[in-house]
């Protein structure tokens, strides 16, 4: 019954059905869990002689009830309503069917707002309800739905009360031992008192219940995750102390305390017979790329390979270059494979990975495909791992007879809730310093109106030698030719006025391979002054001359794609600035207020989940969004609770399967954030 189309119901028939299809609702299980957004109450009944101004109740009878119209395309109906204590009148604005709808003489429930109408208090567009039919729109805690056109929610809770019968048999989601302990109501109660609460204690119950299980499924699918891990053969990296005072001793400069911890925590866990599976996050530009460095040091001094993952080739040939200066003096051999490579390149670079001749390769997707074969492969990096599909990670780390090291690295600071829920089953290493000599970026919002102030800053900056960054946004509801125009038509704008005796460049993702190489490296040599782009520079790209941004357009984009944007500039000793354009004067959002006031992308982190959402930051287009309807990720105890939770049950072993929506949701989330 639970997988049948919602046309099974009745009073569901194909109209209906199209409509709750737009709002995502397929089957008789989907409407089920189908959660109202918000509640009326509207459960205290009160003597219309009481009355008082907003939401209230009345039970009364009707004593006349008539429509007219006023004008054209505007009908009324008044009802006279009496209750013993006093009378009052209700009104009903183009809804002429109401007249039919009641009974003169007959008694009903009456919820609506009570407000002031040509200085006359009446009952505004209640809805109504015979007293001896049981009550689905008054006198009670009234659930509100998410509608649609055509389909609003006093449709939908009709449609819920046919599944009533239905909720009292439902097989139960949570086994009844972790139920009992955690003194949760059974399902039925649950979804009976979310869509029909009696009264409030019961909805809050109700509410509990489902934001624990919802949290427990993400928990679970981490926990079993972060087992099947530990369960793998994985290469031992023995922990070398003159290794790594080699590799310190030839930096030029000193590493970061917050460096020195994160590198201690991923050796130790490369001396391990079990796969490393962790998650270094760092602030733009606090040296994560350096610990990754030492991590594939010691491999190599272990007789192991590292594939280094980045998501474009601009960053991968940035990351090469980097790795070999860093590397080779040291006697570690550095290549880079990407898609770009000539063929016979490629061929005889693959060759030389295969026999072991080369101990790091960086590349992009091409690192991964099927005739990529290593030695001894021994540790994975991937930066920025969100930006990679489970597939793909998957594929990258099946090379080997021994399960790989996995080091995922992110410059897009995690709240501390996801850390614990979708990416539960990483250990999280966080770089929270940046080296010295290096500023904070100096962030201001600009009018529109203002924006000449800004190009006067940008000219005064490459006057002294610097460069600048021009980002506009990527137009989703144009799709890539929207967006390409805007980027093109930006450039040839400031190249013909404000910038006509600069040296400008044009930035963005439909650009071929070897055309973007060619302006980032020209960029970067200081070949240009002012680089227009799209985001397309957001992750990765280090020129430590650009000491001036500006974002256009910027209320389009989320505050951690702003804050990585940032991330662009200030990257040298130079104080550096990012300048925050809106589309108009009316769209300066909170979220730009905090970008200027606040550089530490970890307490942006936060705002950004509480402003967005986890959906929205995990990210959609990777197996959807979080399901989560009542649960609170800042509800730190609620976390405590369900990870305990989830670390108990998989302790007694309990066989999944017999729960048939925990295993199905247990095993989306675990594919969603997998990462072997």
């Known amino acids: ?91 009903w604005f183009n809804q002429s069917y109401r007249a039919a709808q009641l009974s003169k003489g007959e008694e009903y429930y009456f919820s609506g707002t009570y407000d002031l109408q040509r200085n006359r208090y009446v009952l505004q567009n209640p809805a109504s309800e015979q007293v001896k039919s049981m009550s689905v729109s008054t006198a009670r805690i009234v659930p509100i739905y998410r509608e649609t056109a055509g389909l609003k929610s006093h449709q939908l809770r009709k449609v819920m009360l046919e599944l009533v019968p239905l909720m009292k048999m ?14 949760l109501l059974d399902i039925h109660q649950t979804l009976q008192s979310i869509h029909f609460p009696e009264e409030a204690k019961d909805l ?28 793998l053969k994985g290469w031992k990296v023995p922990f070398l102390p003159e290794v790594a005072k080699a590799f310190t001793g030839a930096l030029p400069f000193t590493m970061t305390g917050a460096q020195r911890k994160a590198a201690w925590e991923i050796l130790q866990d490369m001396e391990k017979g079990e796969p490393m599976n962790r998650l270094l996050q760092g602030d733009v530009g606090s040296g994560k790329t350096l610990v990754a460095a030492m991590a594939a040091f010691m491999a ?6 590292t594939a280094f993952m980045a998501p474009t080739e601009i960053l991968a040939t940035q990351h090469a270059k980097g790795l070999a200066d860093l590397l080779e003096p040291m006697g570690v051999r550095v290549a880079l494979l990407v898609g770009s490579t000539k063929p016979k390149a490629k061929e005889n670079l693959k060759l030389h990975i295969a026999s072991g001749d080369v101990d790091v390769v960086v590349g992009t997707h091409a690192l991964i495909q099927k005739d990529s074969a290593f030695h001894k492969l021994g540790l994975v990096v991937i930066d920025e791992q969100h930006r990679f599909g489970v597939a793909q990670r998957a594929e990258l780390l099946k090379h080997g007879d021994h399960m790989p090291h996995l080091l995922s690295m992110t410059a897009t600071p995690i709240p501390r809730s996801l850390q614990l829920t979708v990416y539960g089953e990483l250990e999280v290493s966080i770089l929270n310093e940046l ?27 490459i006057k002294a030698g610097r460069q600048a960054y021009v980002v506009c946004p990527l137009v989703a509801d144009g799709g890539a030719n929207v967006e390409l125009k805007s980027v093109e038509a930006e450039h040839a704008r400031l190249t013909k006025s404000v910038f006509k005796h600069r040296r400008l460049g044009l930035l963005h993702g439909q ?20 680089l227009i782009s799209t985001t397309v520079i ?30 662009r500039v200030g990257r040298g000793s130079e104080q ?33 989940l509480k402003l967005r959402g986890p959906g929205e930051i995990y990210g959609r287009a990777q197996h959807g969004a979080l399901n989560l309807s009542f649960a609170n990720l800042a509800d730190t105890k609620l976390l405590k609770r369900a990870r305990d939770a989830a670390a108990w049950l998989v302790d007694t072993q309990v066989n999944l399967l017999q729960y048939k929506r925990l295993h199905e949701h247990v095993d989306r989330y675990r594919r969603l954030t997998k990462l072997n």
């Open 1 to 91: 019954m639970l997988k049948q189309p919602v046309t099974t119901i009745k009073g569901v028939g194909n109209v209906l059905a199209d409509k709750l299809y737009s709002l995502g609702v397929e089957t008789v299980e989907d409407l089920l869990y189908f959660f109202p957004r918000k509640y009326d109450d509207f459960s205290q009944v009160v003597p219309i002689a009481q009355l008082k101004p907003g939401k209230v109740t009345v039970k009364g009878m009707v004593e006349s009830v008539a429509g007219r119209h006023i004008r054209r395309g505007l009908h009324i109906t008044e009802a006279v309503i009496a209750d013993g204590s006093a009378k009052t009148r209700a009104v």
């Open 576 to 608: 550096s600035y990012c300048y925050v354009v809106p589309t108009t004067v009316q769209s300066v959002s909170q979220r730009l207020r905090e970008l200027e006031q606040s550089t530490d992308g970890f307490y942006l982190a936060e705002v950004d």
């Open 538 to 567: 957001e992750v990765g790209v280090d020129v430590p001359n650009a000491t001036v941004m500006l974002i256009e357009g910027a209320e389009r984009f989320g505050l951690a794609q702003l804050h990585q944007l940032r991330g």
């Open 170 to 183: 439902l097989p139960e989601t949570l086994p009844s031992d972790l139920i009992k302990r955690e003194n």
């Open 511 to 530: 650009m071929k391979a070897d055309e973007k190489e060619l302006v980032m490296r020209l960029f970067k040599n200081k070949e240009l002054d002012v």
């Open 204 to 231: 809050e119950a109700a509410k509990a219940r489902i934001s624990f299980e919802e949290i427990f499924t993400l928990m679970l699918a981490s926990v079993l995750n972060k087992k099947d891990v530990a369960s």
């Open 300 to 305: 190599a001094r272990g007789g192991l390979q």
């Open 435 to 461: 080296p010295k000599g290096r500023q904070p970026i100096t962030t201001k919002v600009v009018s529109p109106l203002a924006r000449h102030s800004v190009y006067e800053h940008i000219d005064k900056e």
